[in-house]
């Protein structure tokens, strides 16, 4: 099993969300890894959130399943049910199409730094908890269809 170079995926904060979304995610840096090891059907991120940043906005996915390992830090997990801190060693889990609106917020005085996986359809899209946002194969939408401008 080929070891992958981490410093070979670009670090960025890209985000496509429109404003005012963005802003809680400004402070989360990742690299697409899967990505540079040639992975088509699995993803893998490792993230880092700086102090007050959010993973993104809560959501939940159609048809993909997703999977995290804190690697370093304390960050607070916020679902549907509630708040669990999640620190160095802690996993969780989204299977798809169950409609439970999650993402981590790094609420501590330091980084913390997950790696996130996920397997399956991307493009089926999913819902946001909390804004009135969805996505499709064909961007982001409001919940009635009508659909954000490109970022720009």
């Given at each position: 099993m080929?070891?992958?170079?981490?410093e070979a995926a670009e670090l960025h904060n890209r985000t496509g969300y429109q404003a005012p979304f963005d802003a809680p995610?400004?402070?989360?840096?990742?690299?697409?890894?899967?990505?540079?090891?040639g992975l088509?059907?699995?993803?893998?991120?490792?993230?880092t959130l700086k102090p007050g940043a959010w993973s993104s906005q809560r959501h939940w996915?159609?048809?993909?399943?997703?999977?995290l390992v804190m690697l370093s830090g304390e960050a607070v997990l916020i679902e549907d049910e509630g708040e669990t801190i999640l620190r160095a060693g802690d996993c969780a889990a989204w299977a798809k199409g169950v409609e439970n609106g999650h993402h981590l917020v790094n609420r501590s005085e330091a980084d913390c730094s997950f790696v996130a996986l996920s397997a399956g359809d991307n493009l089926?899209?999913?819902?946001?908890?909390?804004?009135?946002?969805?996505?499709?194969?064909?961007?982001?939408?409001?919940?009635?269809?009508?659909?954000?401008?490109?970022?720009?």
């Amino acid at each position: 099993m080929p070891k992958i170079d981490i410093e070979a995926a670009e670090l960025h904060n890209r985000t496509g969300y429109q404003a005012p979304f963005d802003a809680p995610v400004a402070g989360r840096w990742q690299r697409r890894l899967g990505a540079v090891a040639g992975l088509t059907d699995l993803g893998a991120s490792l993230v880092t959130l700086k102090p007050g940043a959010w993973s993104s906005q809560r959501h939940w996915h159609r048809g993909e399943d997703e999977f995290l390992v804190m690697l370093s830090g304390e960050a607070v997990l916020i679902e549907d049910e509630g708040e669990t801190i999640l620190r160095a060693g802690d996993c969780a889990a989204w299977a798809k199409g169950v409609e439970n609106g999650h993402h981590l917020v790094n609420r501590s005085e330091a980084d913390c730094s997950f790696v996130a996986l996920s397997a399956g359809d991307n493009l089926a899209g999913g819902a946001y908890s909390d804004i009135d946002m969805i996505w499709t194969e064909q961007g982001y939408h409001r919940k009635d269809g009508t659909p954000y401008p490109p970022k720009g």
